[in-house]
Structure formats: C-alpha cells, structure tokens
C-alpha cells in the first residue's frame, strides 16, 4: 500500500460525529413545524385571506429549514466519508459536494521540507457529466508537478547561490520551504468554493492558485458571468476601479504601468460566505509585491 492509499485508508476510518444525527432530525423537525404551521393557518383563514397568508409565511419558513438541513449535509460531507458513503444511497436533486484531503505528506530533503495536502472533489448527485473526475485529475497533476518543479528550482537556485561564493551555512539560513496545499473559502447551500494552491517561501514569483467554484443547485463549476449576469465585466470593473480609488494603502500601478484595465472571462474568483464573487489578483498583477494578492468583493 503506497504512501496515498494509506492517507485516504486514513481518512476513511473517520466516524460519523455522535452529535450529527440529533442535528439533522432537529433540522427536519424544525421543517416539519414550518409546514404544519402553514397548513394551519390556511384551514383557519378565509378565502380572501388565504393566499396573501401563505405567501407570507410557507416560503419562509420551509426556506429556512431547507437552508439548515442543507448546511448540516454539507458540515457532514466534509467532515465524514462514512456520511457521504451513505448520501450516495439516497437519490438527489441538485449537487451535494464536499473536498477532502486525499493524500498528506512532508518531506525532508537535504536541506529543504516539501509539505504536500492533496485535495479531492467529491460530489453525490445525478448528473455531474464527470466534473469531480475531471477537477481531480487537474487538481492531482498540479499538486505533484509544482512540488516536483519546485524542488528543482531550489536545487539550481542552491547551485547559483554557491557559485557566487555563499556558504552551507548561508544557504541553510534560507529554510526552504515548499508548500502545496488547499483552503476551503466557503460552502454554503448555494456554492462550494476552495482554492489549490503552491508557494515557495524563496520565490514568491512562482506561486500558483487554482480557483474552484461549484454551483450546488446545477452540479457544475459557474463563471463569474454567471454570478454577475450578462454586464459581469461593467460591473466588476466599476465595483474594482472604485475600491482602488478608495484604498489609500495601496499604490496601485496606472494601466500604461501595466495595472488594472478590466476583467475578462478568466479572471480568478472565489464566492465568500455571503454568496458575493472575490475577485483576486496575483502578486505584482496590478500593485507593488509589498500589496500581497489584492482582493475586491463584488456585491450582487
């Protein structure tokens, strides 16, 4: 058994969390009281009344306690194969989705640690044409191939620092550290949106992020026209010029320098727990290193 079974073996002994099963049925009762309170209301009401009375209270209500159980389902699927495994027994409607950690591992390497988180995408759902396949496979590739290519920029960075007269002492002074990871950005009934990532803690110009997002409703990964609508450009654009303007912290480049002149339809985004699109930029894309990754929220 290699080195990635056992971390997956691993992560499938996981129990189902003791308190799980109370929350859901408590979700579920609370759905249960919505509709009953409903259908009171509309035996009790009279026939003029009774439509205004129903649009006013059954959508909020059955909303609402569709909105927990679907935040419950998705807290389990990420925290619990065994949950997930039995999902998959029960037919859906929509997506229900969750990442997990497939492979873990850090290694010591001369004088380097190379720290690799492998996630993988998995989805319950009737019609996905592929899409957690095709994510993975995208996803695993990246994750080896930067720790790979990184370790050997390392190693001919290490072989030009030492011809130009450094020491082994100075060289260890650096720390080398390689870095492959995931970050969930949000999950919430309407999205699952998580980040891939690779840094090096010596050449912060060779990072690279991959950005997911995943419409659960439809099972498919959305754009940020999607999000925004068929003038997503415009108004990002206006939403990013105005909080330039608006942060003094930044000394944003001009676009003859090379900064900011509009969106296009692969600019990177994730969604934020408040289903607004965060569109993000890369270090030295449109400001100094000194500015990290600017980040602006689009509200919808």
């Known amino acids: 058994m290699n080195q990635m079974e056992k971390a997956k073996k691993s992560y ?86 969750h990442v997990f ?31 957690a396949d095709s994510v993975n496979e995208t996803i695993h590739t990246f994750c080896e191939q930067y720790a790979q290519e990184a370790v050997k920029r390392a190693e001919e960075y290490k072989e030009a620092f030492m011809a130009t007269g450094g020491t082994q002492e100075e060289w260890e002074a650096h720390n080398i550290q390689i870095n492959v990871g995931y970050e969930i950005k949000s999950q919430t009934p309407e999205y699952l949106s998580f980040i891939v990532t690779g840094t090096e803690n010596w050449a912060s110009a060779y990072a690279q992020t991959l950005y997911y997002t995943i419409d659960l409703g439809s099972g498919k990964l959305v754009s940020l026209q999607e999000v925004l609508g068929p003038d997503y450009r415009s108004i990002a654009d206006e939403s990013i010029r105005a909080q330039m303007k608006a942060r003094t912290d930044v000394e944003f480049f001009t676009p003859e320098e090379g900064g900011f002149t509009g969106i296009d339809e692969n600019t990177r985004f994730y969604m934020n727990a408040d289903g607004n699109p965060v569109i993000v930029f890369e270090k030295y894309e449109i400001a100094p290193g000194s500015a990290g990754q600017p980040e602006f929220v689009i509200d919808r």
Do not use: C
């Open 101 to 131: 950690t497939f492979s873990s591992y850090v290694e010591e390497k001369e004088d380097m640690t190379i720290a690799v988180n492998i996630p993988s995408l998995e989805m319950i759902s009737q019609d996905t044409e592929g899409l």
């Open 12 to 97: 499938d002994s996981i129990p189902v969390p003791a308190e799980l099963y109370d929350r859901v049925q408590m979700a579920i009762a609370q759905a249960d009281t919505g509709k009953t309170g409903a259908r009171e209301i509309h035996q009790d009401s009279s026939p003029e009344r009774q439509k205004p009375v129903r649009r006013k209270r059954w959508p909020a209500a059955v909303s609402a306690a569709a909105a927990a159980v679907m935040a419950v389902f998705i807290t389990a699927l990420n925290t619990s194969t065994v949950f997930a495994q039995e999902m998959e027994k029960i037919p859906v409607l929509g997506a229900i989705a």
